[in-house]
């Protein structure tokens, strides 16, 4: 950006605190430049999904409140500077409409302050089922608008194709279900205390269940064996298709950070129907493949149960 740095900072000048007769005298005084970061997004999420033939799903149904059938997406921005605004601005792309998301009427709305711990923390939980409800299926922008330090501009998100929840649509489909806690470093932001939460549908799979026995034994002078006891654990495969960086990052970058992280699964050939809000801890990345004539990627993870109780003891 070709801005002036007095637009892209916060300057603030008071008297410099000490003792004697020098700062009576103003010699000298405290002044600094507080730094803000301006995002730059080269290439909207539109313009990728286009340019790799990609359609980003979510799903909702009408007629069920079912977490597992109902989709939703969290946004959040954390400001820089006390007079920093955030507006979450949802766009229907058929007809232009644009839709503040300040309030309640299409998810969960929490503004600044909202958060005792994290007072400078703005979130919006979307709740798929109530746009579909009052807009209908079809395309969303979302998109956050920012006024910081005088500079006004927006951050877009992904276009979200809605549909109406069914056992056809979602086939071919895994949704990660996570709830963020604790300090992401790397951007700045604590989640700590709010029970921020969000989905993410991708094209793929779940599940090729493997099971592990550990067990232990007493072996006796005659070389008799007695069991003591014995565990299970289980091992569990999350493939997607070819899928954007956008998507991609999200997933390595956002979600498997969390500590609470569920999985579901929609193949209508998958061995078991059993993974719906599934919880899982990662166990390694099984390597992503890149392919030389895609921009695209496939994610390759392995997971293990997160909780680990299918036990037997002989004591």
Same mark, same amino acid.
């Given at each position: 950006m070709a801005e002036n740095i007095q637009d892209l900072v916060h300057i603030k000048t008071e008297d410099f605190e000490c003792l004697g007769d020098v700062c009576g005298m103003k010699e000298r005084t405290l002044s600094y430049a507080l730094y803000v970061d301006i995002p730059e997004q080269p290439l909207t999420p539109e313009e990728v999904f286009k340019e790799c033939c990609?359609?980003?799903?979510?799903?909702?149904? +009408?007629? +069920?409140?079912?977490?597992?059938?109902?989709?939703?997406?969290?946004?959040?921005?954390? %400001? *820089?500077?006390?007079?920093?605004?955030?507006?979450?601005?949802?766009?229907?792309?058929?007809?232009?409409?644009?839709?503040?998301?300040?309030?309640?009427?299409?998810?969960?709305?929490k503004t600044?302050? +909202?958060?005792?711990? *994290?007072?400078?923390?703005?979130?919006?939980?979307?709740?798929?089922?109530?746009?579909?409800v009052d807009l209908?299926?079809?395309?969303?922008?979302?998109?956050? %608008?920012?006024?910081?330090?005088?500079?006004?501009?927006?951050?877009?998100?992904?276009?979200?194709?809605l549909f109406e929840f069914s056992t056809g649509q979602a086939n071919g489909t895994a949704r990660i279900d996570v709830s963020m806690s604790g300090l992401l470093e790397k951007i700045g932001v604590d989640f700590t205390g709010t029970n921020f939460k969000t989905t993410?549908?991708?094209?793929?799979?779940?599940?090729? %269940?493997?099971?592990?026995?550990?067990?232990?034994?007493?072996?006796?002078?005659?070389?008799?064996?007695?069991?003591?006891?014995?565990? *299970?654990?289980?091992?569990?495969?999350? *493939?997607?298709?070819?899928?954007?960086?956008?998507? +991609?990052?999200?997933?390595f970058d956002f979600l498997l950070f969390s500590d609470d992280i569920r999985m579901n699964d929609y193949n209508l050939n998958n061995h078991s129907y059993a993974f719906q809000k599934f919880k899982v801890k990662l166990e390694s990345?099984?390597?992503?493949?890149?392919?030389?004539?895609?921009?695209?990627? %496939?994610?390759?993870?392995?997971?293990?149960?997160?909780?680990?109780?299918?036990?037997?003891?002989n004591y």
């Open positions: 990609y359609i980003h799903k979510v799903l909702a149904s +009408s007629t +069920s409140g079912k977490d597992y059938k109902n989709d939703y997406t969290g946004f959040f921005h954390k %400001r *820089q500077l006390p007079s920093e605004t955030c507006e979450f601005i949802m766009i229907e792309m058929e007809t232009g409409d644009e839709f503040e998301l300040d309030n309640d009427d299409y998810g969960t709305y600044f302050g +909202s958060y005792t711990d *994290q007072p400078d923390l703005t979130t919006f939980v979307l709740d798929w089922k109530k746009v579909l209908g299926t079809g395309p969303y922008k979302i998109l956050k %608008r920012v006024n910081l330090a005088g500079l006004a501009f927006d951050v877009e998100y992904l276009v979200y194709n993410l549908r991708v094209p793929g799979f779940f599940g090729r %269940r493997e099971t592990k026995w550990e067990e232990d034994n007493l072996i006796d002078r005659r070389y008799v064996k007695t069991q003591i006891s014995m565990k *299970q654990t289980n091992e569990f495969k999350f *493939q997607t298709n070819m899928i954007p960086d956008c998507i +991609s990052n999200e997933i990345n099984e390597g992503t493949e890149h392919i030389t004539t895609s921009r695209k990627v %496939r994610v390759n993870l392995l997971f293990n149960d997160k909780i680990v109780n299918n036990n037997k003891r």
